[in-house]
């Protein structure tokens, strides 16, 4: 595991987005997965801007994302798939055929899930993972469990993840309950994997999930097995290490 420390938001966020460019430029046919949540959004910024001035190429990219709610079509303001397309797809050159996400509206759990895992398979898996990290540890929306889930499933979310994504929603009624997600040897088998985090609020995850033991209750911490796993992370969110 390595740590990049960097000042604040916007520097973690330069740091990953050289990383991922580099991926792109490096090897113009990747596979990239990526993260929804207010932490990558700098990331993709610079990458859009990079993008505008012709110095990176996302044509030959495909990407799969982690994680969608169930219940949300691709249309509902508050869908991975619409953040997808506002925050980045919409702004680079990636066709939207290379661009999956789970079919958040797909009632057939057992299909859904195997149809996600078959298309991970069928791209020949991740080259670079792009993470955000949960308050409460999760990744993608692999929740604090007594077991890791290995491929992608329906999860409930907790209370905790309910009350941090309802400030997206108008009201906490209407946050959605269950989400379809990644599992965990999806993300694990990902060539390389990056997480950005920032902010005083997630000094402690930061500690739990990669200075201490490797348990299903913090999901993140698994990281800490992975080949080649890159924190970026600034200041505040490297507090308490
Ligand atoms: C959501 C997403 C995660 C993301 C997390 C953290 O729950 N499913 O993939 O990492 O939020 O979000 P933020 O970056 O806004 O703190």
Excluded at 5 to 22: E, P, T
Excluded at 144 to 151: I, L, M, Q, R, S
Excluded at 192 to 209: F, L, T, Y
Aim: proline share 5%; glycine share 8%.
């Amino acid at each position: 595991m390595e740590i990049i420390r960097a000042r604040d938001y916007d520097h973690m966020s330069r740091q990953a987005a050289n990383i991922l460019s580099a991926q792109v430029i490096l090897h113009p046919e990747s596979v990239l997965g990526l993260a929804t949540g207010s932490s990558p959004i700098g990331a993709y910024r610079q990458l859009i801007e990079w993008y505008d001035k012709g110095d990176v190429d996302f044509r030959r990219v495909h990407t799969v994302n982690l994680d969608e709610y169930v219940g949300l079509g691709p249309e509902h303001p508050q869908s991975y798939a619409r953040f997808m397309r506002e925050n980045f797809f919409d702004r680079v050159n990636i066709p939207r055929e290379n661009t999956h996400i789970p079919d958040g509206t797909n009632p057939d759990t057992e299909y859904e899930c195997a149809r996600y895992d078959a298309l991970i398979r069928g791209l020949g898996g991740v080259d670079l993972q792009l993470l955000g990290l949960g308050p409460n540890g999760h990744i993608g929306f692999n929740e604090p469990a007594d077991c890791f889930t290995k491929g992608t499933h329906r999860v409930e979310l907790t209370e905790a993840t309910i009350r941090a994504n309802r400030r997206f929603f108008d009201d906490e009624a209407d946050v959605p309950r269950f989400a379809y997600t990644m599992g965990i040897l999806d993300i694990m088998q990902a060539q390389r994997v990056v997480m950005v985090v920032s902010g005083a609020g997630k000094a402690k995850i930061v500690h739990e999930a990669f200075f201490g033991p490797v348990t299903p209750r913090v999901p993140a911490s698994i990281l800490q097995l992975h080949r080649n796993f890159t924190l970026v992370a600034d200041e505040e969110a490297l507090s308490a290490c």
